[in-house]
């Protein structure tokens, strides 16, 4: 089966300290790319950080990094100095291709909260 | 540059009526891709469209269906709808198919419709 498991339902973090969000998948395919979701409450899904699979370097976007372990099939996402504009909910993802086209198989979101 | 546009943004329908959702693209992108967002079942891929071609389907009944038109905008529509079809439904656009490029096919998403069937 092609899944994504998110096992934290809702977490929440200080301003200005670090979180980390697990993400586990499960899939048959060597070649893919995995991606982090923020969709804040106003509903627009922005893209915060992607990662090839045949990469062996965890991908950095500014505060947000991801420690990805592809034996263990992990993708967690590590968010730094926390700011209250991070609050949302994050989706982790990854890229099935299923005969020349592809879809986005997301895990069910973790509902993050950044306290001031 | 312009994001991908959804209209309308909320809709309130009841059961047994039909639903057309209509999602505009980024500019130059041409593969639009919609999901339906529930509580329950969370991001639900429901199919891509590209060259106005329908490339790949998620398992939803044949109540779902879309088109794309020649200038990459695309349609949804549900008929027969029944309260389950309630939910956030979310198109993204891309430029084209990541098997074309061999690369990271970044999709772009629009705000989304909420429905609401009563």
């Known amino acids: 089966a092609q899944t994504v498991t998110q096992s934290q339902p809702e977490m929440s973090v200080q301003e200005a300290e670090t979180v980390t969000l697990s993400c586990t998948y499960d899939t048959s395919e060597n070649n893919y790319y995995l991606f982090w979701y923020k969709q804040p409450p106003s509903r627009q899904m922005i893209l915060v950080i992607r990662?090839?699979?045949?990469?062996?370097q965890n991908a950095t976007e500014n505060r947000f990094s991801v420690n990805f372990q592809k034996a263990a099939k992990s993708f967690s996402l590590k968010i730094s100095d926390s700011q209250l504009g991070d609050t949302a909910m994050y989706f982790c993802?990854?890229?099935?291709?299923?005969?020349?086209?592809?879809?986005?198989?997301f895990g069910k979101g973790t509902k993050l909260t950044v306290n001031p | 540059k312009a994001g991908v546009t959804q209209t309308p943004r909320y809709l309130i329908k009841t059961r047994g009526q039909q639903v057309t959702l209509s999602c505009s693209p980024i500019?130059?992108?041409?593969?639009v891709s919609w999901y339906q967002q529930t509580p329950g079942q969370g991001l639900q891929f429901l199919f891509e469209y590209f060259s106005e071609t329908q490339r790949n389907k998620g398992n939803f009944p044949g109540r779902f269906s879309g088109r794309q038109f020649s200038n990459s905008r695309s349609e949804m529509n549900v008929s027969t709808l029944e309260l389950g079809d309630s939910a956030l439904y979310l198109c993204?656009?891309?430029?084209?198919?990541?098997?074309?490029?061999?690369?990271?096919?970044?999709?772009?998403f629009g705000p989304g419709t909420r429905l609401t069937v009563t």
């Open positions: 990662q090839e699979a045949y990469k062996q």
């Open positions: 500019s130059g992108h041409r593969s």
């Open positions: 993204a656009s891309s430029l084209v198919p990541s098997s074309w490029t061999g690369g990271v096919n970044e999709q772009y």
């Open positions: 993802a990854f890229t099935l291709t299923q005969g020349g086209s592809e879809k986005l198989v």
